[in-house]
């Protein structure tokens, strides 16, 4: 792969697909075009071949300079050149204040945050040995950025308008605290950056940090998006896409399939490594152990709320009786 693929995907609008090392083999930013420079949607991770790409295209094809970097949330592969192309171009950036935090909060960066983390991800029962690398360096090495830079916000509804676009601003949770999304209701064009993957579904975690509720939250956002005019998805990740209404109606499908699961194999007592085990299988690379695990903290979470289980004493789950079961017993006792 070419790392600077830069493609016309729409009028006024570049597609620059960079390559990545971690996970998937790519991330996807946008282009468009405003004024006489261009508005930056993601950045990309920070490598030194990135910043090498990025010199050519600003000494060649994108010579007329960035204008406005929007972040749409805190991963590596959507922030992590952010302070450089700021500096670099000069360009304004913009980030959710949630989002700067997260990414903050990623770093562990004070013993006490070491130490919440250490004992969060105990008390689910992960192993020890996952435990401390997890809280070692791996969060930091593959999560934390640099965020050492001004940055403006923007928040939901408000009206972003670029070159020959009017974009809404769309702020989502989920898979990350507060996602931004750009919705352009003339052309029907959706900047998705993670909220919507056509081949993927977006991990939602719950974490010691960030999104609060967030399968509640993405659920909540793929009902915002269903009702939006979709004709064209850009997503974060692989091809350029239509029928984005049908890919969140699957999404949602998509939840509603793993709480089942969730159900199903929930055992009174289990803690939630147990359960993420048991739905997902035991993953062999420690950091799938750990998606395992905050993504099934998420589902267990929703479940709580919608009073279907329980976290009982030392974090062990359980399923509640169903009320026709208790208003029985109570009879026979009375
Ligand atoms: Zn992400």
């Known amino acids: 792969m070419e790392p600077d693929d830069l493609v016309e995907v729409a009028p006024d609008i570049l597609r620059l697909r960079l390559p990545m090392d971690e996970g998937i083999d790519h991330v996807n930013l946008y282009l468009v ?31 007329g300079g ?35 935090d997260a990414a903050d909060q990623t770093a562990l960066p004070t013993p006490e945050a070491m130490d919440a983390c250490r004992n969060y991800f105990g008390l689910h029962g992960m192993e020890a040995g996952d435990v401390t690398a997890i809280t070692g360096d791996l969060l930091r090495r593959f999560l934390a950025c640099d965020t050492r830079f001004q940055s403006r916000t923007l928040e939901h509804g408000e009206v972003l308008q670029v070159g020959r676009y009017r974009f809404d601003v769309l702020v989502q949770g989920g898979h990350s605290v507060a996602q931004f999304c750009l919705h352009e209701p003339t052309a029907g064009l959706l900047l998705t950056g993670d909220q919507l993957l056509e081949r993927i579904t977006p991990n939602l975690s719950l974490l010691p940090w960030g999104d609060r509720h967030p399968l509640r939250h993405y659920l909540a956002s ?34 509603e399939r793993a709480l089942e699961r969730f159900r199903a194999r929930l055992q009174p007592g289990m803690k939630a490594m147990d359960v993420a085990t048991a739905v997902y299988g035991r993953r062999r690379d420690v950091l799938d152990r750990f998606l395992a695990l905050t993504e099934s903290l998420a589902h267990l979470q929703y479940l709580e709320e919608q009073s279907e289980i329980s976290q009982g004493a030392e974090a062990r789950w359980h399923p509640r009786h169903p009320v026709a079961a208790s208003t029985t017993a109570v009879a026979l006792t009375a």
Not at 228 to 254: E, F, K, M, T
Request: proline share 4%; hydrophobic share 40%; charged share 25%.
């Open 66 to 100: 960035l204008t406005r970097i929007v972040v749409s949330h805190h991963h590596p592969d959507h922030l992590g050149l952010a302070r450089w192309l700021h500096e670099r171009t000069g360009a304004v950036v913009y980030l959710r204040p949630e989002e700067r």
């Open 222 to 255: 793929l009902e915002q998006i269903e009702a939006l005019d979709l004709r064209c998805v850009l997503p974060a990740h692989h091809g350029v896409y239509a029928g984005g209404v049908a890919r969140a109606r699957g999404l949602i499908r998509h939840h």
């Open 33 to 63: 075009r405003d004024g006489a420079g261009w508005l930056l949607f993601d950045t990309g991770v920070d490598s030194a071949d990135a910043r090498a790409c990025w010199e050519r295209l600003l000494s060649g094809p994108l010579a």
